[in-house]
């Protein structure tokens, strides 16, 4: 039978549908797509458009259309599919990021492979290394036939190196040095910490913010129309070197005349001008300016209006060079809040997030918990960053939607801590955390402490939602095993035994009170070498307690992560009037956080500790106080500034016994590390500690504090947060054991 191109055939009723040169689509894929079916009349007009249909499945190199008779015949010859995607030369970035921004643009394995999707990858690729500086790249795509009609794609890439940054030229400035403006930039020129920080590679966005640092520098130091004229962007011709030009006109220094409100304030225009924090008579500073109108419009939040507007309108008196004010106020309508939504939390949970939500949905907007519930996801520590986004509602003008977006961070970590000595050389200890067990919220802790001379398990778990309104449960196993810092680790040992449950209860948004109860077994064991110390000896029998625990808490810090500002106090205390010890014991810790500017912060923290023994019995000497080390005084040996006495009459080696009495004073001053940036994650502080425990019997005196200063290093790592000192004892006695090299993850102070 003859076959002929449908196209140049009369009409005729198709009788049946025939399709040839299928390899691995299905039929019903072509028939599917096929504007005719069996039973219809054919025609030429609808033979083109079942071409164009089938050509437009993206799936097929060639089509046509032939008939036999009354059969119409589908001829396809189909494109081949990609089976392999390879990049050869890859070192910049992850494949798995490469092959993303290909599947995105409709490449990836299993799809049909198009030449001109290939081209156009080769450009998405290009696009990516620009996004790093590395201008010079170069990929190019080649394809290698395998069976069953598939090709392999391969993108050859040559990277070459990052094109850097070789000059920085600002022109046009009078008032202000090049090196002082250069200051404001995140980009530079390079440094000994660009390997780390990038900032010698240009970047777009990283240009645009520092443009408008730039232009914020000048605007708060009152050049009201500093503009910014042009900016150029050379590149050198080996595509290594970038040079920046920026063309700036400074205008006139404005001084601030005066303030004056217009507008609607709700009657309440005393308690809007008790918010402004422009200074009258000084250089007009638009940061004073952008500080009183977000004050404005978040007061005007607290009232339910939503979409008030602020504007300061400047009025200039180009004479005299000043600038009058005029904050003018819109209050607009008031609104609700019909819905909440969270973005960024891949592992968190909704409900751990909307627990701590002090804004309801349908209820009446409300700044003021906005911002505290916005604070509360905040001090969870579970996120990089949390912003809040206020949505209109389209068709709803007294409606307003909420987008809390979080960036997660790794909520689990490995704390580590060691120092150097010449005793013990390195001491080590470890314990693994998981704040967010799960993404549930939930706290789960291992502590696993392995040095010479302490060994200690403890397990602990949190919820902190345990009652639906917020009650918090605490469940603690722990065994702690002690020897003396003699190295000899055959000699006596204290274990301590027990299991606790304590249960915090939130009085206030940022004020939570504990209470609970421990089971304790303490025992001092004798081993098979150094004789057991006198001051050890009453305890050699278990001695077993009952100890009542009530604690507060209040955080008022603006972030648990990298606090900046705000303060947080501690307050707990044990009684025991059970078992065979009874004692009673408190302390209590207060840290504040200042900041100086917007870079560098002062950080002051004070622990003191207080015990006492009752029903005529001392106070336990295993409950004593240490001080010394990390997390109190820094570059003296852990547990070493306190009470000691010699071992026993046969050895005059001191043993360190803590005390019931302890006082601790530590302040940091933080700054960001040099060349980093306004990188907070890494940082650098100078700090001066103080402290000491007492003894029983011995006066709490502040001349016998020792006293030490230095500097470090804090890092928010993958593992946690890592601070790392060296510390020189400035008040210091003989025989005090001095360790200058510390570093610890997973704490502060």
Do not use: C
Not at 49 to 77: P, Y
Not at 638 to 651: K, V, Y
Not at 687 to 716: C, H, K, M, Y
Request: no cysteine.
């Amino acid at each position: 039978m003859l076959s002929m191109p449908a196209l140049a055939v009369e009409s005729f009723t198709v009788r049946d549908i025939r399709v040839e040169g299928l390899q691995r689509i299905e039929p019903g894929t072509v028939f599917a797509s096929l504007p005719v079916r069996v039973g219809d009349r054919y025609t030429a007009d609808l033979g083109t458009s079942a071409i164009r249909a089938l050509f437009a499945l993206g799936l097929f190199k060639d089509v046509r259309l032939e008939t036999q008779g009354d059969v119409l015949v589908v001829v396809v010859e189909e494109r081949p599919s990609v089976a392999l995607v390879e990049f050869v030369g890859l070192k910049e970035f992850d494949k798995d990021v490469l092959t993303k921004a290909l599947r995105d643009i409709g490449l990836s394995e299993g799809r049909p492979y198009d030449k001109a999707l290939a081209d156009k990858a080769e450009q998405e690729l290009k696009r990516q290394y620009i996004s790093r500086s590395l201008y010079g790249a170069e990929v190019v795509s080649t394809t290698t036939p395998v069976d069953r009609n598939r090709v392999n794609l391969t993108f050859t890439i040559t990277e070459g190196g990052p094109a850097k940054i070789s000059l920085i030229d600002i022109v046009g400035n009078q008032s202000f040095s090049d090196q002082t403006l250069r200051d404001q930039f995140n980009l530079d020129t390079g440094g000994w910490m660009s390997w780390y920080t990038k900032s010698d590679r240009y970047s777009r966005t990283k240009l645009n913010a520092d443009l408008e640092a730039l232009r914020s520098y000048y605007l708060s130091r009152g050049f009201l129309e500093f503009r910014i004229d042009s900016t150029q962007v050379a590149m050198a011709p080996n595509k290594q070197e970038m040079s920046i030009t920026i063309n700036i006109t400074e205008g006139e220094r404005f001084v601030t005349s005066g303030v004056t409100l217009e507008g609607n304030y709700l009657d309440r225009d005393d308690e809007f001008k008790s918010l402004i924090k422009i200074a009258v008579g000084k250089p007009y500073n638009a940061e004073t300016v952008a500080e009183t109108t977000k004050a404005f419009t978040e007061y005007f939040g607290k009232f339910g209006f939503a979409f008030a507007r602020v504007e300061a309108k400047p009025v200039i008196d180009r004479q005299n060079n000043r600038v009058q004010l005029v904050l003018q106020a819109e209050p607009s309508r008031r609104a609700y809040v019909r819905r909440i939504q969270v973005a960024g939390n891949d592992r968190t949970r909704d409900e751990v997030i909307r627990r701590e939500f002090r804004q309801l949905e349908s209820a009446w907007y409300d700044g003021d918990k906005i911002r505290l519930s916005r604070d509360r996801v905040d001090r969870l520590g579970y996120f990089l960053s949390v912003n809040v986004e206020t949505l209109e509602v389209p068709g709803a003008p007294d409606q307003v939607d909420l987008l809390f977006t979080v960036t997660e961070k790794p909520t689990g970590s490995i704390s580590l801590g060691a120092g150097f000595s010449s005793v013990e050389k390195v001491a080590l200890n470890f314990g693994i955390r998981q704040d967010n067990a799960f993404g549930s919220g939930n706290f789960l802790a291992v502590e696993v402490n392995t040095s010479r001379f302490n060994q200690n398990l403890v397990l602990s778990t949190t919820n902190p939602y345990y009652t639906q309104n917020g009650i918090s449960r605490t469940l603690d196993v722990f065994q702690r095993t002690s020897r003396p810092f003699l190295g000899n680790i055959n000699s006596y040992r204290l274990i301590n035994t027990g299991f606790g449950v304590r249960f915090g209860v939130p009085v206030t948004e940022t004020d939570t009170v504990f209470v609970g109860v421990n089971a304790e077994q303490t025992e001092v064991k004798e081993g098979t070498g150094i004789q057991m110390p006198d001051a050890w000896l009453p305890y050699r029998e278990k001695r077993t307690a009952l100890p009542l625990t009530l604690g507060w808490a209040r955080d008022r810090r603006d972030s648990a992560l990298v606090p900046t500002r705000g303060a947080l106090q501690r307050f707990n205390s044990d009684v025991s009037l059970a078992g065979d010890s009874h004692y009673a014991r408190a302390s209590y810790q207060f840290q504040q956080y200042i900041p100086l500017t917007k870079k560098y912060t002062f950080a002051f923290n004070a622990d003191v500790g207080w015990g006492q023994g009752l029903n005529g019995q001392e106070f336990p000497l295993f409950k004593n106080f240490y001080v010394g080390g990390l997390g109190s005084v820094r570059g003296f040996e852990r547990t070493t500034l306190g009470p000691s006495e010699p071992f026993n009459a046969n050895n005059p080696q001191l043993i360190y016994l803590g005390g019931p009495k302890k006082l601790i004073f530590n302040a940091e001053f933080i700054t960001p590390f040099p060349g980093a940036g306004n990188d907070k994650t890494l940082r650098l502080f100078g700090f001066t500690d103080a402290g000491r425990a007492f003894g029983a019997n011995e006066p709490v005196s502040l001349d016998q504090l020792r006293v030490s200063a230095g500097v470090g290093l804090s890092w928010i790592s993958p593992m946690g947060p890592l601070r790392f000192s060296y510390a020189t004892p400035i008040v210091k006695q003989t025989g005090d054991r001095i360790q200058r090299l510390q570093f610890q993850i997973g704490t502060s102070f």
